[in-house]
């Protein structure tokens, strides 16, 4: 069995994190419960800005929040003293409500709306990751618009596959995002971004995939963008000041995945761009990572109740659980793996291999397929490791389930950060036929 962060066995032979009983949790929030492992968030963002700090590189680690982004979490975030990433104006609006500091923000997207590319002039946020021409034109009229100007950065695709799902991989050249640096595209879009004196372009930014494993591909695109910015140096006298290299940065799910520490990443990353910048003769620009799965994932532990089991003889055996697709997609949607225990008996032992099921309405909701379990029934409590990314940012009200509550947990204290959802929630945005139904 492993066991991530400060999650233990407690005296009682339960599951505990952060110094909290998670039969207690289950208890007094019910199932299915979303718990957060503060003291590991923590440990995650250290390890990334430390050693930038070490190493004397200026640097910043901007927590990519589309991972998971709520009000708590954004403090936790500013607490740390990192940037934040967003995508969309609900994640901008969540990183105002969090009274983040709106210098350290960075807006990405493939296809950002007007009302949304104004929002992001309006709080003066950090910088504008602009991804295509379209952006590239309406920034500009905004600015002349509003009489401003703001700091962009070009994403550019680099033409390098990092080695994982392929519903992921978004560092190819045929890819939804970004400028082509092969073919001409970046170069164009940086000859209009300099032409404008509404806009100032701090440098490049690419990000190669996620779920990666070793330094490879980033040493890669290393390589590839100071070869074009050699170009952009000799050709038109650009000098990039900040070099954003993505996030994507590999973690364990399950015994199978081997993940390299923070530092190793961040460590092989500035030694390459170190030596690049003697190969062409630069100065060395700012280093911008953007982990976000790296940061939440393994701090997250959803818990469940047991319900129905059903025996396909000689076949398999499914165990359903309280939740599912809605709180977990991650699993029908690229196929993740998940390892998981009984939280209220995780030293039982294991007696046979079973078929974890979330209660959608759809066949291909399985959350984990033969899992090691002891003989468990409906007074279980099911514990599934590492669910704290694109868990509960990508959860959804599919049959009408409402989301789950979210926990931090830290030094034995519990702070409940995301309510549960109620059925009055479901249907706060309809609105009834003439006739109203009574309830
Ligand atoms: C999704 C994304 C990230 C974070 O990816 P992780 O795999 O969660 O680390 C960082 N940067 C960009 C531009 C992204 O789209």
């Known amino acids: 069995m492993h066991f991530y962060g400060s999650a233990k066995i407690n005296n009682r032979h339960h599951l505990e994190i952060g110094g909290v009983d998670t039969v207690e949790l289950v ?7 979303y718990v957060y492992d503060v003291a590991l968030i923590r440990e995650r963002a250290r390890g990334f800005r430390d050693t930038f700090k070490r190493l004397g590189i200026k640097a910043q680690v901007a927590y ?88 962009i950065l070009l994403r550019v695709t680099p033409g390098i596959e990092a080695h994982t799902h392929d519903y992921i991989l978004t560092g190819q050249e045929d890819s939804k995002f ?36 070793d330094t490879t591909g980033f040493v890669l695109a290393t390589k590839k963008i100071f070869e074009k910015l050699n170009e952009w140096k000799s050709g038109f006298g650009y000098i990039s000041t900040v ?15 081997e993940p390299i520490p923070a530092s190793s990443y961040v460590e092989e990353i500035i030694s390459e761009v170190k030596n690049q910048v003697v190969k062409y003769n630069m100065e060395l620009p700012e280093i911008w990572i953007e982990p976000g799965r790296s940061l939440v994932g ?64 759809e066949s291909g909701d399985m959350l984990i397929w033969d899992l090691p379990l002891p003989k468990a029934d409906n007074n279980d409590v099911l514990a ?20 789950p509550p979210v926990v931090f947990v830290e030094n034995g204290i519990t702070q409940l950060v995301v309510k549960r959802e109620s059925f009055d929630d479901l249907i706060r945005l309809d609105v009834a036929l003439k006739e109203q139904v009574k309830l």
């Open 178 to 213: 970004g400028f082509d640096l092969q073919n001409g595209q970046a170069e164009k879009a940086l000859r209009m971004a300099l032409e404008s004196d509404r806009l100032e372009v701090l440098g490049v930014h690419c990000h190669i995939g996620s779920q990666i494993f």
């Open 243 to 257: 070099l954003n290299l993505g996030g994507g940065f590999g973690i364990r799910y399950t015994q199978e995945d």
């Open 27 to 33: 208890e007094k929030y019910g199932t299915p419960l």
């Open 64 to 151: 990519a929040s589309k991972a998971f982004s709520t009000i708590a979490m954004v403090q936790l975030v500013k607490e740390e003293g990192l940037s934040l990433d967003v995508v969309s104006g609900g994640e901008l609006y969540t990183a105002i409500a969090a009274q983040f500091p709106t210098e350290k923000i960075h807006f990405h997207g493939n296809n950002k709306s007007i009302e949304e590319l104004k929002m992001a002039l309006d709080y003066q946020i950090g910088c504008i990751v602009v991804d295509n021409f379209l952006e590239l034109h309406l920034l500009m009229d905004l600015c002349e618009q509003k009489d401003t100007k703001t700091q």
């Open 384 to 403: 599934v490791f590492c669910t704290g990314a694109y868990g509960y940012s990508m959860s959804n009200n599919y049959n009408r389930i409402p989301r």
């Open 298 to 361: 393994d701090a997250g532990t959803t818990l469940y109740k047991i319900g129905s089991t059903k025996e396909v003889p000689d076949v398999r055996k499914y165990v359903a659980v309280d939740g599912g697709m809605t709180d977990n997609i991650r699993p029908a949607l690229y196929q993740a793996k998940y390892e998981a225990v009984l939280a209220n008996r995780p030293l039982d032992e294991v007696e046979e291999k079973v078929s974890i099921a979330g209660k959608c309405c």
